[in-house]
């Protein structure tokens, strides 16, 4: 799975502002392995403790809490499924993780990549990500995660930003190769020799699973 999205920047302002609910045909899947075909509204934002959904259009609002659930889909009106996760969360492996996140899945394979952010989903734009800074207080910014087959928690792994003032982002990049993509040491060395930085997150894990695609069919090559 390789999903298209979108980054947006987004002024912070003093007051919040408010987006209609909108639902989307999809599915939830349950902690128990059931899963349950309705219209979905996604989360707005990782940290939403609940999921509101209904069986049909005039159906009545239901809402089922986060601790029920592992997996969102929905389908956008142009056949695009867009997955988002509910895990745990660290900031790395020594870390105690946090309660479970709600993540936008992008890339799928031996490593999932996520994004931790503020989502915006529609037909016409697909999946957003938002990023809400004050100017001259902040700068905008999206947190990566991944999560590595057979874990069960996606630990931080990277950061970008579109402005230049933001700094150390390679750095932060580097050191988690080192810990997280080990298993392919030229990819490794790439990213420190800056071929790759922190603004092709997307490419990286896309070329280590597909080195460890190729480790797992042919083991001792």
């Known amino acids: ?38 219209l979905v509204s996604p989360p707005a934002d990782y940290a939403k403790k609940e999921i509101i959904c209904k069986q049909k259009v005039n159906s009545p609002k239901e809402e089922i809490p986060n601790d029920s659930l592992s997996l969102l889909s929905i389908t956008l009106a142009n056949g695009e ?50 990023s809400k800074y004050t100017i001259e207080r902040s700068a905008p910014s999206f947190a990566y995660y991944i999560k590595k087959k057979d874990k069960k928690v996606a630990v931080y792994f990277a950061e970008t930003s ?3 003032t933001y700094v150390g982002l390679n750095s932060v990049l580097k050191k988690s190769a080192e810990t997280y ?14 071929k790759y930085t922190h ?8 070329i280590y699973n597909e080195f460890m695609l190729k480790k797992l069919e042919n083991p001792g090559h």
């Open 199 to 206: 603004r092709d997150v997307f490419q990286i894990i896309r």
């Open 81 to 130: 499924i867009i997955d988002f996760e509910c895990i745990p969360i660290a900031f790395n492996e020594n870390k105690k993780p946090s309660k479970k996140n709600w993540l936008l899945v992008l890339e799928t394979g031996y490593a999932t990549l996520y994004m931790r952010s503020v989502y915006e989903i529609s037909d016409k734009h697909g999946a957003s990500v938002v």
């Open 1 to 38: 799975m390789h999903l298209k999205f979108n980054l947006l920047l987004v002024f912070t302002l003093l007051g919040a502002a408010v987006s209609a609910q909108s639902f989307f045909p999809g599915s939830l899947t349950f902690t128990n392995g059931t899963i349950r075909k309705c």
């Open 162 to 164: 579109s402005t230049v």
């Open 181 to 194: 993509l080990n298993e392919d040491p030229e990819l490794v060395t790439q990213i420190h020799d800056k």
